[in-house]
Nanobody
Framework: QVQLVESGGGLVQPGGSLRLSCAAS????????MGWYRQAPGKQRELVAA???????NYVDSVKGRFTISRDNAKNTVSLQMNSLKPEDTAVYYC????????????????WGQGTQVTVSS
């Protein structure tokens, strides 16, 4: 299985920046796509950014130009640099990964981190 641990959340003023990081560990064979989701109170969880194993990123429209996702395959980490933060960015952010396990290489499983709170407020 895969364990995902997020870090970097906190309180920041509007216009500020935060950098979220997620480290993967476990007995997986390979990690394929990785990404960040967020969920605000009363709202559904949404995909914020994702990145393939080859480094191809994509973003939800609301964060384009402000957020940057990156990954280090050697270190099994994915990061989300968040700039020009807005109050509407306030949410719990979850790291997500799709992995193939050694016991079943043809199957892909989805894993989630525990979440880290991001609060944007003055």
């Amino acid at each position: 299985q895969v364990q995902l641990v997020e870090s970097g959340g906190g309180l920041v003023q509007p216009g500020g920046s935060l950098r979220l990081s997620c480290a993967a560990s476990g007995s997986y064979f390979s990690i394929n796509a990785m990404g960040w989701y967020r969920q605000a109170p009363g709202k559904q969880r949404e995909l914020v950014a994702a990145i393939t194993s080859g480094g191809n990123p994509n973003y939800v429209d609301s964060v384009k130009g402000r957020f940057t996702i990156s990954r280090d395959n050697a270190k099994n980490t994915v990061s989300l640099q968040m700039n020009s933060l807005k109050p509407e960015d306030t949410a719990v952010y979850y790291c997500n990964a799709k992995a193939s396990l050694r016991g079943s290489l043809l199957l892909e499983y989805v894993y989630w981190g525990q979440g880290t709170q991001v609060t944007v407020s003055s």
